[in-house]
């Protein structure tokens, strides 16, 4: 009845426009596991998290970031819940 989930990505961004520019580097992990109570009702939960370099533009939200002051700008959250399909 569990059921393990797990997600990894990485993009690099290469500025090749303005050599003055370093390359950026965003990165995505997740981890989550889902328990089944009946054919369709299910119980979950899930964590994630998004970091990246601080010249990245790849348009993950920097101005909420935890670890703005130490280089990297990153993006958390959890989720619980109860799924039912009708």
Do not use: C, M
């Not at 009946?38 to 990246?52: M, P, V």
């Amino acid at each position: 009845n569990w059921l393990l989930k797990a997600t990894y990505g990485r993009t690099n961004v290469k500025h090749h426009i303005d050599p003055k520019l370093e390359d950026a580097t965003a990165r995505k992990f997740g981890i989550g596991v889902d328990y089944n109570l009946s054919k369709r009702t299910k119980l979950y939960a899930d964590y994630g998290s998004i970091s990246q370099d601080n010249n990245s533009a790849i348009g993950i939200s920097y101005a909420a970031n935890t670890n703005a002051g130490a280089g990297l700008g990153a993006t958390k959250g959890f989720d619980i819940g109860v799924q039912h399909k009708f």
